[in-house]
């Protein structure tokens, strides 16, 4: 069992930078891939970063490939989303989610999932 709690988000205007933070608790969850995910009104939940259990190298959408990193830390149990460049698109409220699967992109992957932090991006 996995429990994930997610912080950091907030209101920054177009072009700021923003970090996300995804808290894990549960004594497997360095053999987790972890993902966020945004959904924005509206719209589906959409795909934004992951990382395996092992590697420091992420996957990411091609909506946010050179403005966002994913990282992760297992000694901490936290999984990080650095976002840089933000853009008015990138509103959203941002889910951290954890999969036995790694490079998992879709939702139905991912067997835990926190409570979401909203990102609001104001022009």
């Known amino acids: 069992q996995v429990q994930l709690v997610e912080s950091g988000g907030g209101l920054v205007q177009a072009g700021d930078s923003l970090r996300l933070s995804c808290a894990a608790s549960g004594r497997s969850f360095n053999t987790y891939a972890v993902a966020w995910f945004r959904q924005a009104p509206g719209k589906e939940r959409e795909f934004v970063a992951t990382i395996g259990w092992t590697t420091s190298t992420g996957v990411y959408a091609n909506s946010v490939k050179g403005r966002f990193t994913i990282s992760r830390d297992n000694a901490k149990n936290t999984v990080s989303l650095q976002m840089n460049s933000l853009k008015l698109e990138d509103t959203a409220v941002y889910y951290c989610?954890?999969?036995?699967?790694?490079?998992?992109?879709?939702?139905?992957?991912?067997?835990?999932w926190g409570q979401g932090t909203q990102v609001t991006v104001s022009s």
């Open positions: 989610a954890a999969s036995r699967l790694v490079r998992a992109t879709a939702p139905a992957a991912y067997d835990y």
